[in-house]
Every structure is written in structure tokens, then in C-alpha cells.
Nanobody, 124 residues
Framework: QVRLVESGGGSVQTGGSLRLSCAAS????????MGWFRQNPGKEREFVAA????????DYADSVRGRFGIAKDGAANTLWLQMNSLKPEDTAVYFC?????????????????WGQGTQVTVSS
């Protein structure tokens, strides 16, 4: 059974940092692109960042570019999201996801494996 489990969420003040982790089990994701999405109650899930199978290509939403960094370790089967200079509008449940393809995508429908999410709360 494939599982993605996020951790590292929490509460921070504006300007603070958090590092999210996503541990995968049940299969190796060496050849797969992975990504992070986020969602607030009553809103659609939105793209945050994605990384290609070989980590050579990354993509970020405009709202987080320059503040967030995505990284992937194929051997460890782990995905990270380093979040710096956090703002209240970054508050959301953050989900990691993986797709069959090796290449990045911003489309939620392109991802077929999903974690349960971890809450990030940024207070002003």
C-alpha cells in the first residue's frame, strides 16, 4: 500500500520558518515528480511547488517563489518543503503528492498519490 505522510506543520509568527517533510512508503518514487499543494476550508486546493524526478526542474507558485524551497531525496523516498518568511496568507493544510510522470505539473489531477495533510498556521 502506497502511503505519503506529511509532518513538520505547526504554528509560527509572521516571518518565521517551517520545514515540511513527506515520507513515502509502499513504492519507490525515484522516477516520479512530486509536489506540494495547500488548501483552506471552503477553498480549492492550490499548487505550491513541484520537483521533477531528478530534482533538476522545480516550479513554484508566484505567491511562494523566493520564499519556499522544494527538495527530494529519491534514496530516502522523502520530499521536503522549506518555508521561509512565512505570511498569514500561507496558513493552510499542506499536502504532498506524487505523480506517475517524471515531470513537474501544477495540475492537481496529474497527481495520483496524496498524503493526508499537515496544518500550517501563521499568525500576525
Amino acid at each position: 500500500q502506497v502511503r505519503l505522510v506529511e509532518s513538520g506543520g505547526g504554528s509560527v509568527q509572521t516571518g518565521g520558518s517551517l520545514r515540511l517533510s513527506c515520507a513515502a512508503s509502499g513504492r519507490k518514487f525515484n522516477d516520479n515528480a512530486m509536489g506540494w499543494f495547500r488548501q483552506n476550508p471552503g477553498k480549492e486546493r492550490e499548487f505550491v511547488a513541484a520537483i521533477s524526478w531528478d530534482s533538476q526542474t522545480t516550479d513554484y507558485a508566484d505567491s511562494v517563489r523566493g520564499r519556499f524551497g522544494i527538495a527530494k531525496d529519491g534514496a530516502a523516498n522523502t520530499l521536503w518543503l522549506q518555508m521561509n518568511s512565512l505570511k498569514p496568507e500561507d496558513t493552510a493544510v499542506y499536502f504532498c503528492a506524487a505523480r506517475r510522470s517524471a515531470f513537474v505539473s501544477r495540475r492537481e489531477d496529474d497527481y495520483i498519490w496524496w498524503g493526508q495533510g499537515t496544518q500550517v498556521t501563521v499568525s500576525s
